[in-house]
């Protein structure tokens, strides 16, 4: 068992969003100390080490992530298809955009936003030069308020894994976990 450093402590606790006080209060042990640890100014008994990593360990379990939000199944069309599918895909999945994937790799988005102002001779060209800029992507373990921030300002997350697209999250996605 590789014991963790003080940075390695005060990295994962940030990370999870604690402070001082509240990895004390859950680790039974004083924010001093956790401090004093956190700053290499003490080496902890081993028995309260423990406690503190079993406390990090717990917050970690109850963080939210993208592989426990994410659709699998990733409705999508590609660049060289006809507008006209990604119309009729949209109409069929009652979505209103798109992801705009090529081998696996998301390239573009399309919504309904983009079709309107199209008239019927357009029906026949290709998605790309009428899609818009890809969803942003992150890795299955994106946290839930990473995802959050990012659905801000655009209206799907893509799941990547090895640059090949696994999942997309939108904002009816996190809605729905929630509730």
Do not use: W
Not at 78 to 86: G, I, M, R
């Amino acid at each position: 068992m590789e014991l963790p450093t003080p940075a390695d402590l005060r990295q994962r606790r940030t990370e999870l969003g604690l402070t001082q006080s509240e990895l004390a209060d859950t680790a039974d042990v004083s924010q001093p100390l956790i401090a004093r640890i956190e700053g290499g100014d003490v080496d902890p008994r081993l028995s309260t080490l423990r406690r503190i990593v079993n406390a990090l360990e717990t917050a970690e379990s109850d963080v939210i992530r993208a592989d426990d939000l994410m659709n699998e199944a990733v409705v999508s069309v590609a660049p060289a298809d006809p507008v006209s599918d990604a119309a009729q895909k949209m109409e069929d999945e009652a979505y209103s955009q798109l992801a705009v994937i090529q081998d696996g790799i998301p390239v573009g988005s399309i919504s309904q936003s983009d079709l309107v102002h199209l008239d019927s001779d357009d029906r026949d060209e290709p998605i790309e030069d009428h899609m818009s800029e890809s969803f942003p992507t992150v890795s299955k373990d994106a946290t839930l308020d990473e995802i959050s921030n990012l659905l801000e300002h655009y209206k799907a997350v893509m799941i990547t894994e090895a640059g090949e697209t696994v999942g997309i999250i939108t904002e009816a996605d996190i809605a729905a976990r929630l509730s």
